[in-house]
């Protein structure tokens, strides 16, 4: 029976790094496996994505209830089980002379991407440290002022003829992504399930705050912007010098979606003055190249977008540990938390906030936290 390693140990031989050393690098969330190889000198990283792994992602015209029936990754449009997302984005953004890393081979088939190592510079590591947070931080920015410049593609495409639909970040994904706070946060923090009228409550209270942010000249959202996701490339030029990893899941959404991904990291605290200096700073970016930039609009986005990320992100860091045994997530619990309620303090975000001190009181925010503790 061909095994996995087989089928890896084949793709390099046929790619011409056969010999080369392998080395296992730490995972993300997803079921996707990453290994460092080493070569006469040269380095590249085995991207390994078992096709079966996960369920299938979103066809391009499949209707909310056919997305529902498929699962998760179809409703949130996340790339799933495909490595073929990651492949054709890597591609449009080097067209626009980013530094996405280079496609050395591929195996779509399998479930193989053999990718330029962009090293292990990244920005998280580089400031735990010592290096100073704020020019960093300035040149993500940048990096998204460019990108959000250029009109997101119609189409994804690889070199093997493969062609599809962009699809939107849309209010479904969005919805089913809050949702995951009922599904795992509340019954591991309250101890039982969130009754149906909590549940409706909830959900409507989401689309309302969700369509009053939605408005604004869609960009290309990355979807996982920032400091574990971008490397310091000091012999690069401008914007190549900062690499971007983990864009597969990437969708065509709102301008705010990578900028608050990046100044409320779940991983790392970031400061409320810094997060605030990057928003200016990308303000006066796009108001200088758009007069018409609405600086109003982009807030109440970038408020709402923040909750929403972070609403998901607590459902999601409790579902890594309840499902998937890994007990280091609800250990962000705590910072999640003190984004969100930042993020609530909108105006507009004034009805999920008494929806949230009501239903999930704050001596029980944390609570998930101590339990793995």
Known sequence: MTTRDDLARAFLDAAGWGAAERHKLAGDASSRRYERLSLNEQSAILMDQPPGAETAACPPEASPAERRQLGYNAVARLAGPDVRPFAALARHLRALGLAAPEILAADYANGFLLIEDLTDNLFARMIEAGSAEGPLYERAIDVLIALHETPPPTAL???????????????????????????????????????????????????????SAAGGAPVLVLRDYHAENLIW???????????????????????????????????????????????????????????????????LAAAVLAAQRNTKILGIFTRLWKRDGKKRYPSYHPRLWRYLERDLAHPALKPLQMWLDRHIPAESRNRVAALVE
Not at 256 to 271: G, N
């Open 157 to 211: 495409s690889t070199e093997d003829g493969w062609r599809q639909t962009f699809l939107s970040y849309d209010e479904e994904a969005l919805l089913i992504e809050t949702e995951l706070l009922l599904d795992w946060f509340v019954p591991a923090a309250l101890g039982s399930p969130a009754s149906p009228t909590m549940r409706d409550e909830f959900m409507g209270l989401w689309r309302e705050a969700l369509r």
């Open 233 to 299: 490339r000091p012999e690069g030029q401008g914007l190549q010098r900062i690499g971007l990893l983990d864009f597969q899941d990437g969708l065509i959404g709102s301008p705010a979606y990578d900028l608050v991904s990046l100044t409320e990291d779940a991983r790392r605290d970031v400061d409320p003055a810094l997060g605030e200096a990057m928003l200016v700073r990308y303000i006066a970016g796009r108001q200088a190249r758009d007069r018409g930039f609405d600086a109003d609009a982009f807030r």
